[in-house]
């Protein structure tokens, strides 16, 4: 069964920092582009950073230079490291892997970001 469980969400105040993960199961890591994606109350789900099998990370100008993303393929893992958080930041975060060779792709069920003024 796949699956793609994320964690680490939570309230936080202004200024303060989460890490999120994302654990994957049921197929094979490697061979997928892992990213974040966030949905705020009556917006559209936007891409906040991504990450390739190898390493090479991508970010929203929203969050370059405050989160940091991570994988870890030993572990089928990878991380969202938000730092400096503001309140539009706050939104569902969700984990996303899609496949390098078709596109084919598996969404997590998210985790709620809030961050107080």
């Known amino acids: 069964e796949v699956q793609l469980v994320e964690s680490g969400g939570g309230l936080v105040q202004a200024g303060g920092s989460l890490r999120l993960s994302c654990a994957a199961s049921?197929?094979?890591?490697?061979?997928?582009?892992i990213g974040w994606f966030r949905q705020a109350p009556g917006k559209e789900r936007e891409g906040v950073s991504c990450?390739?099998?190898?390493?090479?990370?991508n970010y929203a100008d929203s969050v370059e230079g405050r989160f940091t993303i991570s994988r870890e393929n030993a572990k089928n893992t990878v991380y969202l490291q938000m730092n400096s958080l503001k309140p539009e930041d706050t939104a569902v975060y969700y984990c996303?892997?899609?496949?390098?060779?078709?596109?084919?792709?598996?969404w997590g069920q998210g985790t709620q970001v809030t961050v107080s003024s």
């Open positions: 996303n892997a899609v496949r390098r060779l078709d596109g084919h792709a598996y």
């Open positions: 049921g197929f094979t890591f490697d061979d997928y582009e």
């Open positions: 990450i390739t099998s190898d390493g090479s990370p």
